[in-house]
């Protein structure tokens, strides 16, 4: 079965970095597109970066609207692993952020979530 396990969350001050890690397993990894997503409390779960497959075509990387440059999303397809870089944090990046895989056209299998908190 698929398994999606985020790390490096934490309590970070604001202007500082952190470094998302989601560890995939159960899946042909390079075959799907990967995503992160975030959701703070009260709010809907919301789209941040997402990147293509790269075994039939070229890698495609979009970002939600807010991220403006901020954050990196970037997939070791050796390592099954896929990285959300976040830099220039701000208290409204506090969220559960969440990896998630594209097994068919949408999201459709989510991470446990890893606590992201800005101080400010």
């Known amino acids: 079965q698929v398994q999606l396990v985020e790390s490096g969350g934490g309590l970070v001050q604001a202007g500082g970095s952190l470094r998302l890690s989601c560890g995939a397993s159960?899946?042909?990894?390079?075959?799907?597109?990967m995503g992160w997503f975030r959701q703070a409390p009260g709010k809907e779960r919301e789209f941040v970066a997402g990147?293509?497959?790269?075994?039939?075509?070229?890698?495609?990387?979009n970002y939600g609207g807010f991220v403006e440059g901020r954050f990196t999303i970037s997939r070791d397809n050796a390592k099954n692993t896929v990285y959300l870089q976040m830099n220039s944090l701000k208290p409204e990046d506090t969220a559960v952020y969440y990896c998630a895989v594209a097994q068919g056209a949408t999201f459709d299998h989510w991470g446990q979530g890893t606590q992201v908190t800005v101080s400010s």
């Open positions: 990147i293509a497959r790269s075994s039939w075509s070229r890698t495609s990387i």
């Open positions: 159960g899946l042909t990894f390079s075959n799907y597109r």
